[in-house]
T-cell receptor, first 116, second 115 residues
Framework: AQSVTQPDIHITVSEGASLELRCNYS??????LFWYVQSPGQGLQLLLK??????LVQGIKGFEAEFKRSQSSFNLRKPSVHWSDAAEYFC??????????????FGTGTQLKVEL | DTGVSQNPRHKITKRGQNVTFRCDPI?????LYWYRQTLGQGPEFLTY????????KSRLLSDRFSAERPKGSFSTLEIQRTEQGDSAMYLC?????????????FGPGTRLTVT
């Protein structure tokens, strides 16, 4: 069965510093991988996705992620963090469902705090 | 495109009562999903509709839970005889039936508190 591990529950960075959030997945086939961000009172917003092709994917808000099949990882990065990036970040793997739908299995999330 | 909407945003109910939540997906999105998120956890898949057909249900969806999407547009999730363990955020998501489109768009959720 598919699973996602986000080993860091909380991360604190200074504004302007670089950021890397870790994500490891377990899935037998080529995975569909996603990063979502959730702010208090808000729904989940998609930051970026990987389905195939170039293993370095760019997303919104200056985020990028790199798919490494050999390490079963899909880490999220940002070169310079802004105070508004403080939120909870979820990595997810998608598996196909009957009719072409896609079930998302999420990690437990990483809470990002940004110090000014 | 007004996004996925969910109502109510918050619901407090007493144990044993029935509750119903509504989800309005993005128009023309024929795939609709329900997830449940408890404190400190990521969302967990509950069920999936393509148009009005419920094609997949998680084992998390006990017989007290029922979901419908009668006309292939909005969906409802009903919980009967609520228990304190049902307290969670219930999230709805939708996606279009487009080849190569696998991302889901989430609503703001309905937070259920069972007292």
């Amino acid at each position: 069965a598919q699973s996602v591990t986000q080993p860091d529950i909380h991360i604190t960075v200074s504004e302007g510093a670089s950021l890397e959030l870790r994500c490891n997945y377990s899935y037998g086939a080529t995975p569909y991988l996603f990063w979502y961000v959730q702010s208090p009172g808000q729904g989940l917003q998609l930051l970026l996705k990987y389905f195939s092709g170039d293993t370095l994917v760019q997303g919104i808000k200056g985020f990028e992620a790199e798919f490494k099949r050999s390490q079963s990882s899909f880490n999220l990065r940002k070169p310079s963090v802004h105070w508004s990036d403080a939120a909870e970040y979820f990595c997810a793997v998608g598996t196909r469902l009957t009719g072409g739908g896609n079930k998302l299995t999420f990690g437990t999330g990483t809470q990002l705090k940004v110090e000014l | 495109d007004t996004g996925v909407s969910q109502n109510p945003r918050h619901k407090i109910t007493k144990r044993g009562q029935n509750v119903t939540f509504r989800c309005d997906p993005i128009s023309e999105h024929n795939r609709l999903y329900w997830y449940r998120q408890t404190l400190g956890q990521g969302p967990e898949f509950l069920t999936y509709f393509q148009n009005e057909a419920q094609l997949e249900k998680s084992r998390l969806l006990s017989d007290r839970f029922s979901a419908e999407r009668p006309k292939g547009s909005f969906s409802t999730l009903e919980i009967q005889r609520t228990e304190q363990g049902d307290s969670a955020m219930y999230l709805c998501a939708s996606s279009p039936q487009v080849t190569g489109s696998y991302e889901q768009y989430f609503g703001p959720g309905t937070r259920l508190t069972v007292t």
